[in-house]
């Protein structure tokens, strides 16, 4: 066969080609055709490469193609090649450009680089196992690179610890969907994670808590079994070799100036008051961070991230940056005369003090410096990245100052959030990011002009592991939104196809069954919506599905399942489950139970409209038969940064014996009750007249607002006054507090 191919091949491989439908590969190639004839996989394979230097990556890939071999009885001369070359290209090609051949007799990879072999080597595997079955291949060629430089995936490995065995498959993960940057998060609040030999205090002390929390996050229970563990050096630099082997960076993240308790455990000698301090069971946010006006901080500091780096070659070094309280910076001598000596006039300043410092050390050993978008508070280091999470602003920010960016937003990138029906999903952070969502994410923000645009690197899905307890659950969570963000970074934004990328994920996860990743079915999940109905103190029961699959639904469990056909009508308590047929697993049966009361359906009008962001369901969500519970989304609860005056028509004059609404209490969310909440009422909907308010309950989530003996009444109006600014010494102190409502009940 042809083993070495002249670069002519790689732009155009046959005079026949014919576009049609490319073999069902996740993420989509830049450029493909397929030709005439067919491949016959039946012969004994072998691997060649144009330079012994390449002979490692040669032997990897042998290993992982060998069990793609379909069974064939074919007696054959000469095994079947397949030719991997590194080529000097007479135009200059991105990096991980790589250009794929299958002819009639064999396959040829060709690259201008190593890792440009590499990433051509998933598009191989893939091949031939969807050629397994037929025990051939289509003729084919493929001219592939990718669209972004930084296609990330991040894990916490603080929250819960991780072995080095399933870091490693889940780099494999990340490598076979071309993703190349692993953000491996190794110290918090909660653990520190990475052996430092200087300080050996770190691991022995700051590894180690003496509980978690558990449940949802406003009960704030904790249990009292000993959490920890860490990786030696030794594991570090095995679990670096492994990913470098798949062409695969590993940036690690050392937090700071906040997020720092178990360093502080560790060394006290390192906060603001000395301590004691401990490593902390709960999630969340503490007001001790390493103290700013302290030189032997620094020296700690630019000690452990020698040693990081020594193990680490990533040219970017994470320092955290974001959540930094400033508390116990305003009661420090040290810090005020830092910031007095230094001329700094606040403690964001102070902040943008602290990451510049470090990031003069990190230069000078030849590294460059990122961190959450926080470190713009203040003014950003001179040289630093930014990874924007608090939506896209960050990511502006940096591009427009010359900064580059990598996109990491909660909207669209925070995998910790529920991406199917809470009542079917395991507890999450909160939130609703749907495979369907992260799919249409697009990295560079509109905002940017042409010129700025080429300081956005890429983007990133984060995976933090508070409610995450297991290996088989970081998987539930990360697959399939991380194909879908593999496909955003790689593929050019003109061939996105959600419809299409849906089906080739149908294929892919019987592979995935069969690498025994436990990916989540969550798309499959039918959809329950609730709306108005065509008159007052009805509801109108629509069941969706984005997967395209029949609908059949049941009104309780065990009864006989029906072919959904239409939308239905309600006008009293009733439950639904509905599922798809579609679900290559059969997964969870979506359920939703309607309970009604005097207001159920009944016409509402509100003073203001929620936030954007808090808005799905407009306000019929205040009276729509469900009422919002622990497992926290976006399409349960209305919110708003202000007060807000609600009216319900309950259609006639009627005895009123109580009157309640429901507030979410989450002050580590931001999301605080009302101050208070007052009640009047109406015979004509003209003249109001109070009778009572019921003062804040400062329970853990979900409050009810409730007046009892409120009388006769048509109309009934709410006005839920909000406290302003959330109070000093809670996280988000000085900004407006988040106000949360849900279902209005009228007895």
């Known amino acids: 066969m042809r083993s070495l191919l002249p670069l002519a091949f790689l732009l155009a491989s046959c005079s026949t080609a014919q576009e049609v439908r490319l073999p069902d590969l996740i993420p989509l190639p830049a450029q493909y055709q397929l030709d005439k004839g067919t491949l016959d996989l039946g012969c004994p394979w072998k691997v060649e490469v144009s330079n012994e230097r390449y002979r490692p990556l040669a032997e990897l890939i042998e290993q992982e193609i060998a069990p793609l071999h379909p069974s064939s009885d074919v007696n054959c001369l000469v095994p079947m090649t397949i030719a991997m070359q590194v080529i000097t290209p007479d135009t200059l090609l991105p990096p991980e450009w790589y250009a794929l051949g299958v002819m009639t007799d064999g396959i040829v990879i060709s690259a201008t680089t190593e890792a440009g072999l590499f990433r051509g080597s998933r598009t191989l595997v893939q091949l031939l196992e969807q050629g397994r079955e037929t025990g051939t291949l289509p003729c084919l060629s493929i001219t592939d690179w990718p669209r972004f430089p930084w296609r990330g995936m991040h894990l916490d490995a603080c929250r819960h610890f991780w072995s080095v065995e399933f870091t490693k498959k889940y780099i494999d993960l990340l490598a076979r969907y071309k993703m190349n940057s692993f953000h491996w998060h190794l ?38 079994i000993p959490y920890g563990g860490f990786y030696t050096q030794e594991q ?51 007001e001790d961070v390493f103290c700013a006006g302290n030189d032997s901080v620094f020296t700690v500091l630019e000690d452990v991230l020698t040693e990081v780096m ?25 810090c005020q005369a830092r910031m007095k000596s230094e001329g700094l006039k606040d403690e964001h300043e102070l902040q943008s003090y602290f990451i510049q410092r470090i990031e003069q050390f990190v230069n000078s050993k030849g590294r460059k410096l990122i961190g959450w978008d926080e470190i713009l508070e203040g003014g950003l280091a001179p040289n630093a990245a930014v990874m924007s999470w608090r939506g896209t602003e960050g990511g502006i920010a940096a591009a427009r100052s010359g900064h580059y960016a990598v996109m990491s937003p909660g909207s669209h990138c925070y995998f910790d959030h529920y991406q199917g029906d809470p009542a079917n999903e395991p507890l999450a952070f909160g939130g609703y990011t749907t495979v369907q969502k992260v799919y249409s994410y697009e990295p560079i923000p509109s905002e940017l002009k042409p010129e700025e645009q080429k300081y956005i690197l890429g983007a990133q899905g984060n995976v933090w592991t508070e409610y995450i307890l297991t290996p088989e659950h970081v998987e539930y969570m990360a697959v399939p939104r991380m194909l879908a963000l593999a496909e955003v970074l790689w593929t050019p934004k003109e061939k996105r196809d959600e419809a299409d990328f849906l089906r080739r994920l149908t294929v892919e996860f019987s592979m995935l069954q069969e690498m025994k990743v436990n990916s989540s079915h969550s798309l ?52 639904v489950e509905a599922r798809t047929e579609n679900d290559p697993a059969l997964g969870p049966v979506s359920a939703r139970s309607f309970h009604f009361n005097k207001a159920t359906a009944r016409p509402i009008t509100i003073s203001i409209p929620p936030n954007e962001r808090y808005n799905e369901g407009g306000a019929f969500t205040l009276v729509d038969g469900i009422t919002a519970q622990e497992k926290r989304v976006s399409t ?35 999301i605080h009750l009302p101050e208070r909440v007052d009640f009047s009422t109406s015979t004509d909907g003209k003249t ?22 409120v009388g006769k009444a048509r109309y009934l109006r709410i006005t839920v006054k909000h406290i302003g600014k959330i109070p000093e010494g809670l996280p988000g102190a000085g900004n407006p507090a988040w106000l949360f409502l849900d279902e209005i009940e009228v007895r």
């Open 310 to 334: 020594a193990l680490f070659p990533s040219e970017m070094i994470h320092i955290g940056g974001d959540e930094c309280p400033k508390e116990a910076w305003k009661a420090c001598a040290k």
């Open 524 to 575: 499959y999940q039918a959809t329950i919506l609730s709306t108005q109905g065509p008159t007052p103190g009805v509801i109108k029961v629509s069941i969706l599905t984005s997967s395209g699959g029949k609908i059949v639904t049941r009104p309780w469990e065990g009864s006989p399942w029906l072919a959904y056909v239409h939308p239905f009508l309600i006008d009293g308590d009733y439950r």
């Open 236 to 286: 570090i630099r095995e679990v670096v070799a492994y990913a470098q082997a798949r062409h695969i960076n590993v940036v690690p993240e050392i937090e700071m100036p906040g997020h720092a308790m178990a360093a502080l455990a560790a060394y006290p000698r390192l906060g603001c008051t000395g301590g004691p301090y401990e490593v902390q069971r709960g999630w969340g946010v503490f």
């Open 688 to 709: 109001f007249v109070p009778v009572g308010s019921s003062e804040v309950n400062a329970g853990p989530g979900r409050n009810a607002f409730s007046l009892g003996k």
């Open 187 to 224: 110290t918090e609040d909660q653990g520190w994670r990475i052996e430092i030999k200087k300080y050996p205090k770190l691991t022995e002390v700051g590894a180690w808590r003496k509980g978690s929390q558990v449940g949802p996050y406003a009960r704030l229970e904790h249990d009292t």
């Open 636 to 670: 349960e609860w209305l919110g708003w940064k202000e007060g807000v005056t609600i009216t319900v028509d309950l259609g006639s004059v009627q005895d009123v014996r109580t009157v309640s609404i429901g507030a979410l209490n989450e002050t580590h969310s931001w």
